[in-house]
């Protein structure tokens, strides 16, 4: 999105949240004939129609288990992004000018916000799950700073991070943890997922800073999408040269013709090996971000032993071009001589992190002991010492022992 969209929609939305809040006590909605109270998204169905953003039929029904159209999500968010007018130029054969739904549909391609397939925009076709999410995503701009939410949306799906974005943000919780992604959105979910979205708007800190959650996100983010478009050049056997475009979307000029370009002869389309971590809860136990200057983001933060990786130091410097931030720089240090040489706090969090990621509702976690271990650094062969923690862990589904070693987070 460019900067001056940027500007409009968080504008709008400011005006919007402003009104919402100052009217909300004063104007009454109207009941549905369909919608008792008892209905599971009521509340939601209300304040979306108190705030104007939805109607129902003239015989005083909402149709709540309905699908809802590509088209009307578009009428729905324009009416709370409020966006700038479209350009005059058709570019979906399907939405001509007179089409009754032709200015949202267009102010929102404008913005980045929705777009078509070959050439037409289906505004009569319902919308997915997977397809609202990036919808919403990319209009509220969520942060992503969950991985793997959800047990249907693997990784190399195209919507993998817009539906990690919106768990991250409380706006989807999903089924038995399930997503599913291809299942069309009725109007009533519909409804709660933008009343949510709005509320997860109203939360954020007043400030034009980079926050935590964003330099998680987009330490999350960018990454991903980066590893994606390698493995997806690399498995359909295409030149640097051919996925150099896509990469640009996310990475410099600089960061992709260096880093990248050395990178993609050894890109592993049928293996575990990755340019890039995958961070989980890693930012919760060490995570430092600076921002010297408005366009410039430094991050440092960890990657733990997982099996996989044998954790190691993660730095990343991003940029941002065009009102756009793009991976700019990244270096990884596995664990040796210098490890993270953990306290016996930062172990305490990680089982608890660990325990809750599992499914645990509740961990209690009790230091009992700790002791010295002796390692060898892989690279340099010289040894080092480091403390293995022990404690007790208590969750609903019984109590254990476990151990954390300071130098790479392992968990026994």
């Known amino acids: 999105m460019k900067k001056t969209v940027q500007i409009a929609v968080w504008t709008a939305l400011l005006l919007l949240l402003s009104f919402v809040t100052a009217e909300s006590n004063q104007v009454s909605a109207k009941e549905f004939k369909d919608v008792r109270k008892s209905h599971p998204n009521y509340e939601a169905i209300q304040s979306m129609q108190k705030a104007g953003y939805i109607n129902g039929y003239p015989d005083g029904t909402f149709r709540p288990n309905e699908k809802i159209s590509r088209k009307h999500v578009a009428k729905l968010l324009n009416e709370a992004l409020k966006l700038k007018n479209p350009a005059s130029k058709a570019v979906y054969s399907d939405v001509p000018k007179n089409h009754p739904y032709y200015t949202p549909i267009m102010k929102l391609s404008q913005a980045g916000i929705v777009s078509g397939s070959n050439g037409k925009f289906n505004p009569d076709a319902p919308i997915t799950r997977i397809q609202m999410a990036k919808v919403l995503d990319l209009a509220f701009e969520f942060n992503m700073t969950t991985q793997r939410a959800f047990e249907d949306v693997y990784s190399s799906h195209w919507g993998y991070t817009h539906a990690n974005a919106l768990y991250s943000s409380g706006v989807a919780k999903g089924d038995k943890g399930k ?94 090996s990755f340019l890039f971590p995958t961070l989980y809860f890693e930012p919760n136990i060490r995570f430092d971000f600076k921002q010297p200057t408005p366009e410039t983001l430094h991050v440092q933060t960890i990657e733990l032993w997982d099996g996989l990786a044998q954790g190691g130091f993660v730095d990343y410097t ?95």
């Open 179 to 272: 997503y599913l992604p291809n299942a069309p959105v009725t109007r009533a979910h519909y409804a709660e997922f933008l009343n949510r979205s709005i509320k997860s708007v109203q939360s954020r800190p007043n400030t034009t800073a980079v926050t935590k959650d964003k330099a998680w996100d987009l330490s999350n983010r960018l990454p991903h999408q980066i590893e994606m478009a390698l493995v997806e050049g690399k498995s359909k056997k295409q030149s640097f040269n051919k996925i150099r475009p896509k990469l640009l979307s996310f990475a410099t000029k600089e960061f992709t013709d260096d880093l990248l370009k050395e990178y993609y002869p050894n890109v592993c389309t049928e293996c575990d």
């Open 318 to 412: 991003f940029k941002k071009k065009s009102g756009k931030w793009k991976l700019d720089g990244y270096t990884y240090k596995t664990v040796g001589t210098k490890n993270f040489q953990l306290t016996s706090e930062e172990a305490k969090k990680i089982l608890t992190e660990s325990y809750m990621s599992y499914g645990a509702r509740y961990v209690n976690v009790s230091y009992v002991s700790q002791q010295s271990a002796k390692g060898t650094d892989y690279f340099t062969k010289k040894p080092y010492t480091y403390t293995v923690y022990k404690f007790t862990v208590e969750t609903d589904k019984g109590r254990e022992s476990a151990a954390v070693h300071s130098a790479n987070g392992m968990v026994e």
